[in-house]
């Protein structure tokens, strides 16, 4: 998986860059620190060992060797090529773990065409109207544009791209505008809001928000539907990086093998401030392994 990066200044991806030979390419982080570019979230906790990962790749090279097992070698006039056979199980297991990224990817662009009111097509109603569900009623109906799908943002030395987020739902709150009506900062009550506003900023109530991932599934058991520990880093990292650090966080697992079999999994608020400084360490060793200074902030 190639690593992205986002202009530190308007949020905007930069994941392909032009290179000296006029082809296109990969950005790298040599990219990054000649153009000011900010890594995304995933390119910072891709430092870290990924136990659930890993074991997912070793399941992909079993089920190629299902698939393609080696030959039955006892007869000494058959000459076995070990290395070649090796190859094959790589590659077999490599279109086994496209086509798992590719389902991901399937469902992540059609929850974004529906909330973006792009429509739905017919034969997909059956994995994606669930979702839709499950969304108003086990966290809030609203009207789909009150929605933001696939937002890109950086700030404070990372960027990255939200599945679905709304500030039209979760708790109560209050907000310092500035005169572009833009929110500032964000408060629990209004003695703090107003407490942090100068003469240039309005107090207005806001709700603190919603963001809301998607992870995709390929199994029948439904009970390892199930986040790792580590994957609430990314709410945390994404509440604030949206301006959003009050925000309820949830993941919701779509199984693409069973349609209608969802897991809603909503992370408590201790674990996202713990993982928010478990972010911010990761960020930090990123930056020092790669030589390069945080653009902004």
Not at 19 to 45: E, F, H, M, Q
Not at 57 to 63: A, P
Not at 173 to 199: P, Q, R
Not at 261 to 269: D, F, I, R, S, V
Request: negative net charge; hydrophobic residues 35%.
């Amino acid at each position: 998986m190639s690593n992205h990066y986002y202009n530190a200044i308007t949020g905007e991806p930069c994941y392909i860059v032009t290179g000296s030979n006029g082809k296109t390419r990969p950005t790298t982080v040599k990219d990054a620190r000649k153009l000011g570019l900010v890594p995304s979230y995933s390119t910072i906790v891709g430092i870290l060992d990924k136990p659930g990962l890993t074991q997912w790749m070793q399941d992909q090279i079993m089920e190629a060797c299902i698939e393609w097992p080696a030959p039955d070698v006892k007869g000494e006039e058959y000459l076995f090529d070990k290395d070649t056979w090796k190859k094959e199980i790589k590659e077999i297991a490599g279109k086994l773990g496209r086509q798992g990224r590719e389902r991901g990817t399937m469902v992540h662009d059609l929850l974004e065409k529906c909330y973006k009111g792009e429509g739905l097509p017919l034969d997909m109603h059956e994995l994606i109207v669930p979702v839709l569900e499950m969304i108003d009623e086990r966290i809030g109906a609203i009207p789909h544009h009150q929605w933001i799908a696939e937002q890109s943002f950086a700030y404070n030395g990372y960027g990255g791209k939200v599945d679905l987020h709304t500030r039209h739902l979760g708790l109560d709150g209050w907000a310092a505008v500035d005169v572009d009506g833009k929110d500032v900062a964000w408060f629990d009550n209004k003695l703090e809001a107003l407490d942090f506003a100068d003469n240039h900023e309005e107090v207005e109530p806001r709700k603190q928000g919603v963001i809301l991932d998607f992870k995709t599934k390929d199994v029948d058991d439904i009970k390892k539907m199930k986040p790792y520990p580590n994957d609430v880093m990314q709410h945390a990292a994404y509440r604030y990086g949206l301006g959003m650090p009050g925000a309820a966080c949830y993941t919701l697992f779509v199984n693409v093998r069973h349609p209608g079999m969802l897991t809603l999994h909503k992370w408590e608020e201790r674990q996202v401030q713990k993982a928010a400084k478990m972010f911010w360490c990761l960020k930090q060793f990123w930056y020092l392994n790669a030589g390069m200074e945080m653009p902004n902030g």
